[in-house]
Each structure stands twice: as structure tokens, then as C-alpha cells.
């Protein structure tokens, strides 16, 4: 989320960043260089300071985690899953099965059969042999397991992400139920994938390292990698289980080839608008809603800056204007203070340099110009003059 203010006045802010320098989150960040080639410099400043990837290619995987193998990156079974098992002939075992909080398939005779991060196949090859081992079959009967619906996955999300907490995912709200679907055997989901985890914890960090991306499953640290998912490419969007962790781990550094719309990026940035030359006693009054703009994940400052009007009108009046960035370093929590010239970032050519990538969480303030500013004193005299007068 992302909200504006407008004021006219007040004193410059002190950053707790380093910001003048370039060492804040963004180098975009840092003060105005007045004498330069115009040459961009901010994004191989922000990749001087990253860390090598953790996965990939050269990386040293056992100190990370071990690869997902193929085995656990097909359709598995956990805690709350809803199964068809059928044996020909056979009412006694034959039913629907939901899977135990113990993550274990209760069926009725056979002593409790583990099915958590199992796959239907082999839960289903595991039941013919204990219906043979309790002496129900002489011979293995033929068995069908089949999914009918998965359950939603509580997932703990943590590390290099906007919004690190536990998160259900997958599962379908009663009121989109397909009856139809709901009554074939069979079932299908993309909701308990990595990807939807991560986007429902906020998204990922411009310094998240998605080369070695963790997922923590029964003690064991597996690693995958996301690096896909941003530049449009086959990425291991693996299904999740309940109890899961998710680990983003980070390269200490902002990467600006992640700050663009992906199924791992935040969902995208509402703007709250309030740019008024005269304050106002609501947003009702000005016809501004409670969210009046939304704006995809990778939006820039003058961008939303001119989102709220802050630029642009006559230029005897208007061009002097300024707008501040309030934000604040989601992997540190320390906050800063940026502010640019209206006109000056028009005009340089090198404005890329320094107009930074919106956060969620930012806001931003609109400041009117000097001769907005003195025709606001003039009025305030005017008044005081003739309240002196009537009195």
C-alpha cells in the first residue's frame, strides 16, 4: 500500500539512511550529482554491493540444502486432503477418506497408514499390502486411491519477503464450489504452489536471492530455483504441504531486474491520494475514495507523482514544485527521506538515476510552489487584515 499527502511547507526531514551517498536500500535513492555525463549509474551501483547466488550453477548446494528431487515435486498428499478409495467388489474398505491432522489415512481394520508428502500411488500401493498382511486378502487386490479435493496448506513464509508470516494456501471458498467437479474423482490445484505462498506473504524482496530459495519439509532443507518466475521462464513451482517453511533467503542488495510485475512479486501498489492546495476537511469533499489508484508492482516515483497530480499546469505557478518519498528499508526496518524537484527530475536526462522504485508502504507528499506558496500568504494576510477590520 502506498499513500500520498499533500502539504505546503514544512522542514526538510533528516534521513536515517545513508542516502546522499548511495548506500540506502536503492542507490536511486541517493542525492542529485550536478556535473555528470549523463551516464546511468544506479543499477550497477545497487548489484556492486550483492552477494554471489547462493544456488545454480558453481554454488555450493550442500552447505544450502539438498535439490528437490522428482519424487516430491509431483502431486502429493497432505493433512485435510479428500480421497476416493475403491476396491473392486469390496464395500468394507472402499470410502472417502480425508487425511488426519496426524497426516496419517485411517481406513477401517488396517492400523493408521502414513500418506503426509506421500504420493496417491504409493499410499494406494502400501494399503494392498497391509489388506494382505492382516489376512483380509490371500493375494493383493487391486486398489484405487484417487484425490476429490485438496485441502487448503498452512505454510510458514519467512526471510527476503514483504509480509513474512504463515499462510494458507489452496483450498476453494464454499461460494466457488464446483458441484460438478466436486462430484468427479479426480482433482487439480495451483493453489498450494511455492509461488502462491509467496505471493500471499507480500511478494518477494528487491534482495531476496531466488537462486537457493529454501522449503523446509519433515526436517530435511530443500532448495529451488525461482529465478524463472521473474524473467518469464520454466520455474520449479513446487506444491507445498501443510507445515511446510518457505525460506527466501537474501543477497543484501536491491536488484532492479526484480522490480516488475511476476507470480512472486507483490500483488501490486494502491495509491491513497490526497494533493490539495488548500487543506481540506475530507477526502469526500474532493472526491477521492479510499483507494483511487492502483498501480502495477514496479511503478516509479514520478510516475505516482504524477498519478497525484503534482505536475504539469501553468508554469508561472507550478513548475517550482517539489514532492518527498517517505520510506523505509524493508530488510533493515530504518526509515528515510527523499525529495526531488518536479522540474529538475523533467528535465535531466539521467532522471532514471534517480527516481526510485516505489515499496509497498511507501507515501509520498506533494509541496506546492513558491508562488503558490506566497499567493497563500497573500490570502492569509488579506484575511487577517479584514478580521482585523470587522473587529
Known sequence: ??????????????????????????????AFARDTDGTLQSEAMNAARCRPFAGGAGSAGGKIGRVLPASLRGELLSRGDLLDLRIAEDETFSGQFVVSR????????????????????????????ALVAGGYYDARPDVSLLMMDFAAARVAVSGAVFEPRP??????????????????????TEGRNVSVALSSA???????????????????????????????????????????????????????????????????????????????????????????????????????VIDANCVGGARATSADRSAALFTRNPDSGVSAVIERPVEDMRQR?????????????????CYDSGVTNIGEVGRLIGLATAFTVFR
Do not use: H, W
Request: proline share 8%.
Open 1 to 30: 500500500m502506498l499513500a500520498l499527502a499533500g502539504c505546503a511547507g514544512g522542514q526538510p526531514a533528516a534521513n536515517l539512511e545513508p542516502v546522499s551517498v548511495g548506500r540506502a536500500y536503492q542507490a536511486q535513492y541517493r
Open 102 to 129: 496426524d497426516g496419517t489415512l485411517k481406513v477401517p481394520f488396517l492400523a493408521p497408514i502414513a500418506a503426509q508428502g506421500r504420493s496417491p500411488g504409493s499410499v494406494a500401493a502400501e494399503i494392498e499390502n
Open 167 to 188: 499462510v494458507d494456501i489452496g483450498g476453494v471458498a464454499g461460494d466457488n464450489v464446483d458441484d460438478r467437479r466436486q462430484a468427479a474423482l479426480g482433482d487439480s
Open 202 to 304: 507480500g511478494g518477494v524482496r528487491p534482495d531476496a536471492d531466488l537462486s537457493a530459495v529454501q522449503i523446509i519439509r519433515g526436517g530435511t532443507i530443500y532448495t529451488v530455483d525461482l529465478r524463472g518466475a521473474i524473467d518469464g521462464r520454466e520455474f520449479d513451482d513446487v506444491m507445498l504441504l501443510t507445515g511446510d517453511q518457505v525460506v527466501v533467503p537474501s543477497r543484501d542488495c536491491f536488484q532492479d531486474d526484480l522490480m516488475k510485475p511476476s507470480p512472486i512479486s507483490p500483488p501490486g501498489i494502491s495509491l491513497y491520494l490526497s494533493n490539495l492546495t488548500q487543506p481540506a476537511t475530507g477526502n469526500a469533499p474532493s472526491a477521492i475514495g479510499q483507494t483511487v489508484r492502483e498501480v502495477p508492482y514496479g511503478t516509479r516515483f514520478m510516475q505516482a
Open 349 to 365: 536526462a539521467d532522471r532514471d538515476d534517480y527516481d526510485p522504485y516505489l515499496l509497498p508502504g511507501d507515501a509520498i507528499a
